[in-house]
């Protein structure tokens, strides 16, 4: 295996999130998300069927939840629980630095 960094290879331009498999088995996935500037599209919603652990290691972010009125900011060494079928959605990422994230999809 080869010896890799989160915060190299990272593309100069992304019309959309980058979403990279660092590690699958068969119980999670973990990926490393780079975001520049993006957001959900307006009335889209997560609706997953599994859970989501998600670490912020570079920008930030806005969370939004289904029901919550306030938006969950987060910002490095930020880490946040998404549970199965909680509708979420992604407000706002800082564009630079770009936000990259670790996000850990389990059952």
């Not at 957001?39 to 920008?59: F, I, R």
Request: glycine share 6%; aromatic share 12%; with cysteine.
């Amino acid at each position: 295996m080869k010896v890799r960094n989160v915060f190299q290879a990272i593309p100069e331009a992304l019309a959309d999130e980058h979403f990279e498999t660092i590690l699958r088995t068969e119980t999670f996935r973990l990926e490393r998300i780079v975001s520049k500037g993006h957001a959900t599209p307006a009335g889209e919603w997560y609706d997953q069927t599994w859970s989501e652990w998600v670490l912020l290691l570079q920008g930030g972010a806005g969370l939004a939840i289904a029901g919550r009125p306030d938006l969950i900011i987060l910002k490095p060494g930020d880490y946040f629980c998404l549970p199965a079928r909680l509708k979420h959605r992604v407000e706002w990422t800082l564009k630079a630095p770009e936000t990259i994230w670790l996000a850990l999809h389990y059952e």
